[in-house]
């Protein structure tokens, strides 16, 4: 019973091509993020949602669009897609927004762009 | 510059050796937690700390939060080939900063047999 699943593992395509990420958690949890973890692993916030509303945008291209249709569920959609782009991107869940509950991780989607 | 600074970046001992790696904060924390990353999968929650002077322990990790709140070390103790892979430490902000969990940019352990 994998508690933050994200599809696809792997995603390779061109430069130019729009590409969707699937999140879903069923531990009950209200606030969902991504996460994108670039070459150096360093782990930077994209989005934060608490449910379904959208409370955190990092300074994040437009081309990259969140979508939640339901506190379970965080889809990310990227467009234009650049070699930038390419990295590994999490989607995590928390109990609320407090910050003081741990984030679950899902096990993340290799994105790469040629 | 990052707000959390993880040391050292990567690290290398012999099965069975202590080790240390520490995570300093420009800010004062809320909290903060451990988690670990093995290659190819998410992060997984070891230890979150809140107090000053807090300290906790999980089988042969145990994890310090100084009384400033702006510095924490995770200890392991005689170290396993399972202890390997990406430590990192992530920040609690507080309410005000709420879902910008931060986090330092990891400490690879290998751990030779």
């Known amino acids: 019973d994998t508690a933050v699943s994200q599809t696809p593992k792997y995603l390779v395509t061109q430069m130019g091509n729009d590409k969707s990420i699937k999140c879903e958690q069923n531990?009950?949890?209200?606030?969902m993020y991504w996460y994108k973890q670039d070459s150096k692993k360093f782990l930077k916030i994209m989005f934060s949602y608490n449910n379904k509303e959208l409370i955190i945008n990092e300074t994040v291209p437009n081309r990259f669009s969140p979508k939640s249709p339901d506190k379970a569920h965080l889809n990310l959609h990227i467009n234009s897609l650049e070699l930038g782009d390419s990295a590994v991107y999490f989607c995590?869940?928390?109990?609320?927004?407090?910050?003081?509950?741990?984030?679950?991780f899902g096990n993340g989607t290799r994105l790469t762009v040629t | 510059s990052q707000e959390l600074e993880q040391s050292p970046q990567s690290l290398i001992v012999q099965e069975g050796k202590n080790l240390t790696i520490n995570c300093t904060s420009s800010?004062?924390?809320?909290?903060l937690y451990w988690y670990k990353q093995k290659y190819g999968e998410g992060l997984i929650f070891l230890m979150m700390l809140q107090k000053g002077g807090e300290e906790k322990s999980h089988e042969k990790i145990t994890a310090k939060l100084d009384e400033k709140k702006q510095q924490s070390s995770l200890h392991i103790t005689a170290s396993q080939p399972s202890h390997a892979g990406i430590y990192l430490c992530g920040a609690d902000r507080g309410v005000t900063n709420a879902g910008k969990s931060t986090f330092g940019d990891g400490t690879t352990l290998t751990v030779k047999p």
């Open positions: 800010k004062t924390l809320y909290g």
């Open positions: 995590a869940s928390s109990q609320d927004l407090g910050g003081r509950s741990p984030l679950h």
């Open positions: 531990l009950g949890h209200d606030t």
